[in-house]
Each structure stands twice: as C-alpha cells, then as structure tokens.
C-alpha cells in the first residue's frame, strides 16, 4: 500500500486548512485509513481515522474542530482543520490500519510520506 499526502502548509491561528492522502496498491486488505501528527519533543498522536463504511475516531485534540471523510471509489482521506491553534504545529502523516469494532484504531505499517502543518501569525 501506497499513501500519498498532501495540503499542509502554514495557517494562521483560527485559519482552516484540508489535508488529502490517496492510496493504492494492495488497499483491499485494509478496513480504515487515518491521520497521525507528532510535534517536536512529543510523541505521535492519532488525530482521526475513518473505516471504508464510515466509522470514525477522533484524538481528544481534534474533537469539535476536525472533521475526517474519505472517497472510497478514489481510496483518499480528507482531514478538515478549522479553528486551527498554535499546538496544532506538526508534521501530520496518514496511516492505512483498522478501525475496530470498539472504535480502537489499529495503525498497520503503511506510512504516507509527513506533510508539516505550522499554525502561526
């Protein structure tokens, strides 16, 4: 499995900002794709992860404020980011995994290439 992401950038506080990640190759074995980010000094985080039916998780930092969808007929996720704050400054990396019964999501060894997120004025 292939990812490929794009859409990181700079924002400013309270700016928006969509992320993509297209998949390919071998994406039938995976249920459920989504988005990490690790900041400097921190460990990496799970964001949000979406299932092919269109089951959902979000990290505690991302509730209220993003919204994960995906295009299963092209295989890409989207990450909506609004109300972006300062701490949100990371490189964000999707992930193809499982999304579980439970809403645990499993992180398989497919890693998109990271794409940075700064948010700053």
């Known amino acids: 499995v292939q990812l490929q992401a794009s859409g990181g950038g700079l924002v400013q506080p309270g700016g928006s900002l969509r992320l993509s990640c297209a998949a390919s190759g071998s994406v039938s074995g995976i249920n459920a794709m989504g988005w990490f980010r690790q900041a400097p000094g921190k460990r990496r985080e799970l964001v949000a992860a979406?299932?092919?039916?269109?089951?959902?998780n979000y990290g505690d930092s991302a509730k209220g404020r993003f919204t994960i969808s995906r295009d299963n007929a092209k295989n890409i996720i989207y990450l909506q980011m609004n109300s972006l704050k300062p701490e949100g400054t990371a490189v964000y990396s999707c992930?193809?995994?499982?999304?579980?019964?439970?809403?645990?999501?499993?992180?398989?060894?497919?890693w998109g290439q990271g794409t940075q997120l700064t948010v700053s004025s």
């Open positions: 992930n193809a995994g499982h999304l579980g019964y439970t809403g645990s999501y499993d992180p398989y060894n497919y």
């Open positions: 979406i299932s092919s039916g269109g089951s959902t």
